[in-house]
């Protein structure tokens, strides 16, 4: 019979080794630490979060108390101290490659006490006095600064000297207040007083560049029009397209009204009548074929260029309407996305005051739709405005060729009648002129519109050799004596 084997003896387990009192406590010690840490850190994150919230919640703390006729940006600043901080910044002098200036010193006179000046684009391109001569912007013209200088620019411009009316105001000061002052409470009755007054005697009435106030609700802080140039200007373009009675502060979205608070003032214009009302040329739109028709039908000249006796129009300064014609206005994005872009400071996203080009700060301006590198992007802006540079002096060249042509045409006898004939000189002169200026005058160097700038640049240039097409029927040039080129010198034997 066989039997199971017994299971072999298995070893005692070791014993544990006494535990020490001293190690447990200090591990007790040690979680009670951690979890005050780790309350005290949670506790600081809420409290923290809460007030984020509280300061995203109200994003200004009313240190004064801003009215209807609260003008002084200063003022504003207490409630607002992050945007006016950086509007003050406006102040600042940065070129890029083709805007703006380096500071130029000069010595200040009784008539002109600033200190600091742009560089004169006149100086920089004689061309333009030929483009402009008989009016004021042939006397002076400089490079644009910023808005912290808009308003003592245009008070000491040697272009004062020829007399300007108050309606140039509109664009250089903090005009909201000034108007209502003058109208009694009506901003339209001021803007037509003060429009046909003398400068010298209007500006008494301001006394500040652009504030808060020229774009914002005082109570709300919700963007707003205050030019009546531009209210008039949109509701003309709005009828146009069929909306009839438009109210831009009733009807324009937030989005619209991110670029016409800009549109305000960086617009082309005229001024009408004996009144001297600004007036946008909009009634049948805002390219430039569409303007150039408006001032047509209304026989309006700005003035008689002192060298050819053409009837002549000067563009000012339209952004907008350039804009209005580009990829950036058709995909919805607004003057401010770029020009003002947001910024995070604390818990705050807030809209940079510091109004400037895109290039001084394409991360924040550009990098934001747009992945590609700073460099990258940059090289994009620069082959666009390189090539339109290029374009324009080309039509400057020819705009002065023609010049020249017609006061020679003229000093042979040529009548001012058969220059000023249909398709004649004049006409090519006025119109081209209008358009190369529409883009000297824009302050992208093409960049708003790329292809719309060039467009109108070539246009320009058609119509300049048409010009002088118009002018050899007129006045063919003088047949030049035959020259006999001198016989050509043998050729010396090979080898000498």
């Known amino acids: 019979m066989s039997t199971t084997p017994e299971p072999a003896p298995q070893p005692a387990p070791a014993a544990a080794p006494p535990r020490s009192r001293g190690c447990g406590w200090m591990a007790l010690l040690l979680a009670v630490v951690a979890t005050a840490i780790a309350t005290v850190a949670v506790t600081a994150l809420l409290f923290d979060i809460k007030g984020k919230k509280a300061e995203e919640a109200n994003p200004f703390f009313r240190v004064v108390e801003l009215t209807d006729d609260t003008e002084d940006p200063a003022v504003w600043g207490k409630n607002f101290p992050i945007q006016y901080d950086s509007y003050q910044r406006t102040s600042e002098m940065r070129p890029t490659r083709f805007g703006g200036s380096e500071t130029v010193r000069r010595e200040p006179t009784s008539d002109d006490p600033r200190t600091v000046v742009s560089t004169s684009r006149i100086d920089e391109d004689p061309r333009l006095k030929s483009m402009w001569a008989g009016y004021a912007f042939a006397i002076d013209y400089r490079e644009r600064r910023g808005h912290a200088y808009m308003l003592e620019d245009q008070l ?7 007399g300007q009316p108050g309606t140039c105001l509109h664009c250089h000061g903090s005009m909201y207040v000034p108007y209502k002052k003058a109208g009694n409470g009506d901003v339209t009755k001021g803007f037509e007083t003060l429009n046909p007054m003398p400068y010298a005697e209007a500006v008494k009435h301001v006394n500040h560049p652009i504030s808060c106030i020229d774009c914002h609700d005082s109570q709300t802080m919700a963007l707003r029009i205050t030019r009546p140039g531009f209210m008039e200007g ?77 009837p002549m129009l000067k563009a000012q300064h339209p952004e907008f309407e350039t804009w209005s014609q580009g990829t950036h206005s058709k995909a919805g994005v607004a003057c401010a996305d770029c020009h003002m872009p947001y910024e995070r400071v604390g818990a705050q996203k807030v809209s940079d005051h510091h109004v400037r080009s895109p290039l001084l700060n394409v991360n924040r301006a550009c990098q934001t739709c747009h992945k590609g590198s700073e460099e990258e992007l940059v090289a994009r802006v620069d082959l666009i405005q390189d090539r339109t540079d ?87 040039p003088a047949p030049q004596a035959a020259t006999v080129a001198p016989a050509a010198a043998p050729a010396a034997p090979a080898g000498t």
């Open 234 to 310: 949109i509701k003309a373009l709005k009828a146009k397209e069929g909306f009839q009675n438009y109210d831009v502060n009733r009807d324009a979205t937030r989005q619209e009204m991110r670029s016409y608070v800009c549109a305000q003032c960086h617009v082309e214009y005229h001024f009408a009548g004996e009144e001297k009302r600004l007036t946008f040329p909009w009634h049948g739109g805002t390219t430039a074929d569409e303007m150039l028709a408006w001032y047509d039908a209304q026989k309006y000249t700005d003035w008689t260029h002192a060298e050819t006796g053409a």
């Open 390 to 476: 290029k374009l324009e002096s080309t039509a400057l060249d020819a705009l002065v060729d023609l010049i020249e042509d017609v006061k020679a045409a003229r000093a042979a006898g040529i009548t001012d009648e058969q220059l000023g004939q249909p398709g004649g000189p004049w006409e090519m002169q006025r119109k081209a002129s209008f358009f190369i200026d529409l883009v000297v005058s824009e302050n992208s160097m093409g960049f708003h519109a790329p292809q719309e700038s060039a467009r109108m640049l070539a246009q320009a240039i058609d119509w300049l050799r048409q010009g002088q097409k118009a002018l050899y029927r007129v006045a063919p």
């Open 156 to 162: 000491y411009t040697q272009r004062q000297k020829v």
